[in-house]
Every structure is written in C-alpha cells, then in structure tokens.
C-alpha cells in the first residue's frame, strides 16, 4: 500500500486555472484523479498508466485538463493542470492509485477541494 498527499486546490474564478498535485510515497501502476461534488457520486476525471505513458480522460474534462506526472522516482508524483474551469468543476479532487495490473484502485489520498466561482 501507498500513500497519496495532493495538494493544490482552492477558490478560482470561472475560466481560471489550477494545478493539482499529488505525490505517492511508492512506486504506482497507475495513477488518477477522481472527483466529488456534493451530493453527486465520485467520478473519473483522468488517469495516467506509466507503462506505455497511456492517458484517460472523462469527456467532460477533455481539451481542458491535463493529466501529467513523473514515476522516475521511488515517489511517483502525478499532476492535474486544470484550465477554463467552470462552476460545475467545483468539487473535492481525489488522487488514487493502482498498484498493479489485476488490482483497481488501493490507495487514496485524503482529498483537496477546487470551488470554481461564477
């Protein structure tokens, strides 16, 4: 098991930008992002597979964030750079993790919050 600390979130303004990180205390499979806005399920946002630098993203986040990272260390490190964001962004940002192919996500991290102002 891993553990995932993100940092990153805040108050923005609509069409303004952020940038979420989060840094795993091991080596990952995969690594993500989630999201969960009040009183609305947890949904996928973007994931990142190292081996073959693969990226996903949910529809409602393409052509405006970015999922990027770095598993050249013992720690990998993911980031979100999120741009034009809306009011509908608004949300509490999860990073996750897999740590192998046969396994979904095992590790999360405790959550940072992103409220976009209108």
């Known amino acids: 098991q891993v553990q995932l600390v993100e940092s990153g979130g805040g108050l923005v303004q609509a069409g303004g930008s952020l940038r979420l990180s989060c840094v795993a205390s091991?080596?990952?499979?995969?690594m993500a992002w989630f999201r969960q806005a009040p009183g609305k399920e947890r949904e996928f946002v973007a994931n990142?597979?190292?081996?073959?630098?693969?990226?996903?993203?949910a529809d409602s986040v393409k052509g405006r964030f970015t999922i990027s990272g770095d598993n050249a260390n013992a720690e990998n490190t993911v980031y979100l750079q999120m741009n034009s964001l809306k009011p509908e962004d608004t949300a509490v940002y999860y990073c996750?993790?897999?740590?192998?192919?046969?396994?979904?996500?095992?590790?999360w991290g405790q959550g940072t919050q992103v409220t976009v102002s209108s």
């Open positions: 990142i597979r190292w081996s073959g630098g693969r990226l996903n993203y």
């Open positions: 996750a993790a897999s740590l192998d192919v046969n396994r979904g996500y095992v590790s």
């Open positions: 091991g080596r990952t499979f995969i």
